[in-house]
């Protein structure tokens, strides 16, 4: 079986501040993928990221990086100088194998950015 | 539309009472995803479809819960005899492939609120 575990619930910071988003998986597979997803407000899941197991380089993308270490079973999400827009609740989550979109996601962090 | 889309956006419903929840993939997208969440439970994976082929329906609670997509298209959700723990925002979500080298990444709509009381 596997697991997500997000063991920030709540993160509070003032905008222009850095934070990183924790994420521990943990899967017996070899062969698996993990995701961050965006939930804003209005309630749609916002895709931000994929990684397969095989490709541990780190990624970035604006203000917005991604740390892999297999070594750790973690998948961290680093925003950089936030913003009040990136308020949000982030979810990370993972498939295996052949899986697909049939995703098992974390408990979520609620990121709130204060002006 | 430019989006997955979900109907209705809110329903409450009586105990004992059944429900159909509608889910309107994104345009010539062959896979289809239902997922609950809920604030006991977080987000789970409830039911795949991918094309023509028999649905995954491994994360189905109970026998209460059923879905079906219609040509290929659009999805219905069925809650029979629902229950106060059924309360949870449905999710549905759409990706034009899920599988090999092509995998793309799933679109979520916004989710239908269900309430039951």
């Known amino acids: 079986a596997q697991k997500v575990t997000q063991a920030q619930t709540e993160i509070s910071v003032v905008e222009k501040e850095d934070v990183t988003l924790d994420c521990v998986y943990e899967?017996?597979?070899?062969?698996?993928?993990l995701f961050w997803y965006k939930q804003p407000p209005s309630g749609e899941l916002v895709f931000l990221i994929r990684r397969n197991s095989f490709d541990e380089q780190n990624e970035i993308s604006g203000r917005y990086s991604w740390n892999f270490q297999k070594s750790t079973s973690s998948f961290n999400f680093t925003i950089t100088a936030s913003q009040v827009v990136d308020s949000a609740v982030y979810f990370c989550?993972?498939?295996?194998?052949?899986?697909?979109?049939?995703?098992?996601f974390g408990g979520g962090t609620r990121l709130m950015v204060k002006p | 539309g430019a989006g997955v889309s979900q109907s209705p956006s809110n329903k409450v419903t009586e105990k004992g009472k059944d429900v159909e929840l509608r889910c309107d993939p994104i345009?010539?997208?062959?896979?289809l995803y239902w997922y609950r969440q809920s604030l006991g439970q977080g987000l789970e994976f409830l039911i795949y479809f991918q094309g023509n082929s028999a649905p995954d329906k491994s994360g189905l609670p109970s026998d209460r819960f059923s879905a079906e997509r219609t040509g290929g298209s659009v999805s219905t959700l069925t809650i029979q005899r629902t229950q106060q723990e059924d309360s949870a925002v449905y999710l549905c979500?759409?990706?034009?492939?899920?599988?090999?080298?092509?995998?793309?990444?799933?679109?979520f709509g916004q989710g239908t609120r269900l309430t039951v009381v």
């Open positions: 979500a759409s990706s034009e492939w899920d599988r090999g080298p092509e995998y793309t990444e799933a679109f």
């Open positions: 345009s010539g997208h062959t896979a």
């Open positions: 989550a993972l498939s295996v194998n052949n899986a697909g979109n049939m995703l098992t």
């Open positions: 899967t017996r597979d070899t062969t698996y993928y």
